[in-house]
């Protein structure tokens, strides 16, 4: 697989309300929200089934079967807590072998960032025979983590994530 796309959004300091406001825990508790309730992000999913396993090192997994109607992606999301989160996806012939991750940042105390990052069988027919809407996909993904990310901002200034860090 190799890497077709990455960006960063800010997360800290973003809306007056919210300066100085987001931690961590809220951005990871959010995430992980995400991950379990894609639903509530994307409004063309009719449903999801999530099987979700913790592992002693503090790692999980979570099998998950997301439901577009005509069409149903399988995946595993593996997180490493506080860090990143990873998105596989299998191979079948409609869709390449692709991961996407979502990474926190925080270059500074208290700046944080959230880095996406796709990747892709790139000599998968349907990848090799859609080139011309690369620039397409690439602004949807962006629209789509943008979306994520104010929802994210909205949930935590409502203290939907309460943490005990403050």
Same mark, same amino acid.
């Given at each position: 697989?190799?890497?077709?796309?990455?960006?960063?959004?800010?997360?800290?300091?973003?809306?007056?309300?919210?300066?100085?406001?987001?931690?961590?825990?809220?951005?990871?508790?959010?995430?992980?929200?995400?991950?379990?309730?894609?639903?509530?992000?994307?409004?063309?999913?009719?449903?999801?089934?999530?099987?979700?396993?913790?592992?002693?090192?503090?790692?999980?997994?979570?099998?998950?079967?997301?439901?577009?109607?005509?069409?149903?992606?399988?995946?595993?999301?593996?997180? %490493? #807590? +506080?860090?990143?989160?990873?998105?596989? *996806?299998? @191979?079948? &012939? /409609? %869709? #390449? +072998?692709?991961?996407?991750?979502?990474? *926190?940042? @925080?270059? &500074? /105390?208290?700046?944080?960032?959230?880095?996406?990052?796709?990747?892709?069988?790139? &000599?998968?027919?349907?990848?090799?025979?859609?080139?011309?809407?690369?620039?397409?996909?690439?602004?949807?993904?962006?629209?789509?983590?943008?979306?994520?990310?104010?929802?994210?901002?909205?949930?935590?200034?409502?203290?939907?994530?309460?943490?005990?860090?403050?």
């Amino acid at each position: 697989m190799q890497k077709v796309h990455e960006h960063i959004i800010r997360m800290s300091s973003k809306t007056p309300d919210l300066a100085g406001k987001v931690t961590r825990d809220d951005l990871w508790m959010g995430l992980m929200f995400f991950v379990t309730h894609p639903e509530d992000f994307i409004s063309v999913l009719e449903d999801a089934e999530i099987d979700e396993n913790l592992h002693p090192d503090g790692t999980t997994t979570l099998n998950r079967k997301l439901n577009f109607g005509p069409y149903t992606v399988q995946d595993v999301v593996e997180t %490493i #807590p +506080q860090e990143l989160i990873k998105f596989n *996806i299998d @191979e079948t &012939e /409609a %869709i #390449p +072998q692709s991961r996407f991750e979502v990474q *926190i940042e @925080e270059p &500074e /105390a208290g700046v944080f960032f959230l880095r996406f990052t796709y990747f892709e069988n790139t &000599e998968h027919e349907q990848v090799k025979g859609a080139e011309q809407y690369k620039p397409l996909r690439i602004q949807a993904w962006e629209q789509k983590d943008k979306d994520v990310a104010n929802k994210l901002l909205e949930m935590i200034a409502q203290g939907k994530f309460i943490t005990t860090k403050q």
